[in-house]
């Protein structure tokens, strides 16, 4: 039964895809789409797939989670070493502002 199903796919996906390339029916008795994916589906196989989908969604989430801390670490890194900056250079300041005065 699987063989035979298996089969009757191959069968109907090779018949469109000969019509979508060669614009030609490979069968006369046929129409233009013959392979139906929805046809070959069992449940089974489709728990897998959303099990695998939500999985890597989970880990999607996470990674972007950890992106999202070091963003927030390196800005933070960066206002601190602009402020750093910011202070050495006021103090360049005033120390020419002293040896002039």
């Not at 989430?61 to 900056?85: C, F, G, S």
Request: proline fraction near 2%; charged fraction near 35%; glycine fraction near 2%.
């Amino acid at each position: 039964n699987l063989t035979r199903t298996l089969q009757t796919c191959r069968e109907h996906y090779y018949k469109e895809l000969c019509h979508l390339r060669h614009g030609r029916d490979p069968d006369v008795e046929h129409e233009a789409y013959w392979f139906t994916p929805q046809a070959y589906q069992d449940m089974v196989t489709k728990e897998m797939i959303c099990r695998l989908k939500e999985d890597l969604e989970e880990e999607f989430q996470e990674i972007v989670r950890n992106k999202d801390k070091d963003i927030t670490r390196l800005r933070n890194e960066l206002d601190l070493a602009q402020m750093m900056l910011d202070s050495n250079m006021e103090m360049a300041r005033l120390k020419k502002l002293l040896e002039i005065g």
